[in-house]
């Protein structure tokens, strides 16, 4: 990928990221399945070679 794909990429993750820590913080159960969908999804691993089952589970310990 070019820099700006990359740059990209990472800003897509972020926001989900966000918008998941948000998501689990208020209760929002359809964000919060939404944002799992993405992170469990092919296109999240081409954008990343993090696991994002690992990422749903510390996440969720968190804000347990």
């Known amino acids: 990928m070019t820099e700006?794909?990359?740059l990209l990429a990472a800003a897509i993750i972020k926001?989900?990221?966000l918008d998941y820590?948000?998501?689990l913080q208020s209760?929002?159960?359809i964000t919060t399945l939404e944002c799992e969908q993405?992170?469990?999804s092919q296109w999240f691993d081409f954008m990343s070679?993090?696991?994002g089952e690992k990422l749903i589970?510390?996440?969720r310990e968190e804000f347990a």
């Open 4 to 6: 700006g794909y990359k």
């Open 49 to 51: 070679d993090m696991n």
């Open 21 to 23: 820590r948000e998501a």
């Open 27 to 29: 209760h929002d159960i």
């Open 15 to 17: 926001q989900c990221l």
């Open 57 to 59: 589970k510390m996440m």
């Open 38 to 40: 993405f992170l469990r």
